[in-house]
């Protein structure tokens, strides 16, 4: 498949995270290869994650007053921002005509309306509507990392939810998209501490950035026969290494993000610390005699602390946050990353690649 279109990165612009510049949009090679800088984003402060939809780039500005930031895809140019709600906001979604983003520090999501945030014009002496704030407070066992709740991560489902992953209170909040209710959560084993999730038909996988596992839930009605609703069910963690002893001796393990193949037969995992990239094999998530996943691969990521990554073009692009670099990996017919990068890409403070 030839790549089309660009491939945009966006990190951290201020100390102590890092001193890049920003979000940057570079061309794409017809063999998926990472070409030209073509523009950069002036005036955007942190913008650890970001997403290329609604004919619109959108960033969080993780800051102490989290900020929600617009950009036009191309020319990468302000449209606009507003508050988030929060501090340190950390992952975002567009679903529908609202903006959700998770607020790590303050652990609380927000929805904020799109066109509040590119701004549509106001009667005069008028401002904004503020977020509306999501909040289910909680905490964990592992000391510094969950005395309260630290959102990471708003998901949308096929079933009309969001998801909010908590990484302070070991759950993953269930919400309305419709009428922003909480209608239930999946709840990890204590120390878990989500961060990303990826959805695999009725079976939810969770990434535990404190456990350095990867949990499998299965979404299970609660009476199929009259639609009360359902409820999660967890059934068995895979190891993001060779073993668990492994992750218990390492000084740092910290799964960051997890991304499905596009046949749903891999799940791709990036880890801090080691610096790894981890493929499983979770072909065996099979509604009528579910296995646990199994390791495939692991390979060195091509850098230091891979903080995100994306999938595409049969190439895996792994932002490694503290070598300041893009990695850019072959995958092979089975979707396996080679054993080393085939192009690396300077860039300071990368946390962010979205293909486009």
């Known amino acids: 498949m030839n790549a089309t279109g660009s491939v945009y990165v966006s990190g951290y612009t201020q100390a102590p995270y890092g001193a890049g510049p ?18 950069t984003g002036s005036g955007a402060v942190n913008p650890s994650f970001a997403v290329l939809d609604g004919g619109a780039l959108l960033a969080v500005e993780e800051l102490p007053e989290g900020r929600i930031a617009v950009f036009d895809p191309w020319t990468l140019d302000l449209r606009g921002r507003a508050p988030s709600g929060g501090s340190d906001p950390c992952h975002l979604l567009l679903l529908g005509p609202s903006v959700w983003a998770a607020n790590y520090s303050s652990g609380t999501a927000s929805v904020t309306p799109l066109a509040a945030i590119v701004g549509t014009a106001l009667p005069a002496g008028t401002t904004p509507e503020p977020p509306v704030l999501l909040s289910h407070p909680g905490s964990g066992p592992v000391g510094g990392r969950q005395a309260g709740s630290h959102a990471h991560q708003v998901t949308a489902t096929p079933w009309g939810t969001v998801l909010v992953s908590d990484l302070g209170a ?9 009428s922003l209710v909480r209608l239930g959560s999946a709840e990890l084993p204590p120390g878990a501490g989500p961060r990303h999730v990826a959805i695999k ?17 299965r979404r299970s009605e609660v009476d199929p026969h009259d639609g009360a609703g359902h409820f999660w069910k967890w059934l068995f963690r895979t190891p ?117």
């Not at 570079?26 to 290869?33: N, T």
């Not at 038909?201 to 839930?217: C, K, P, Q």
């Open 170 to 178: 070991d759950r993953v909040d269930e919400y309305s998209a419709r």
């Open 201 to 217: 038909g009725e079976f939810l996988l969770v990434a535990g950035e404190l456990d350095g596992h990867v949990h499998v839930l």
């Open 240 to 356: 993001l290494a060779a073993s668990a002893a492994e992750i218990a001796g390492a000084r740092d393990f910290a799964p960051s993000h997890i991304q499905l193949s596009a046949d749903g037969t891999r799940l791709y995992a990036a880890v801090r610390g080691p610096d790894t990239l981890v493929v499983l094999d979770v072909a065996g998530l099979d509604p009528a005699g579910p296995a646990a996943p199994a390791v495939l691969a692991e390979v060195a990521c091509g850098g230091s602390w891979p903080r995100h990554f994306a999938v595409g073009n049969n190439k895996m692009y792994v932002a490694n946050q503290l070598s300041n670099n893009i990695a850019v990996f072959d995958l092979d017919g089975s979707g396996l990353p080679g054993p080393a990068p085939v192009q690396s890409v300077d860039f300071g403070s990368p946390t962010c690649v979205v293909l486009g």
């Open 22 to 39: 920003g979000v940057s949009r570079f061309s794409l090679a017809p063999d998926g290869a990472v070409g030209t800088r073509l523009a």
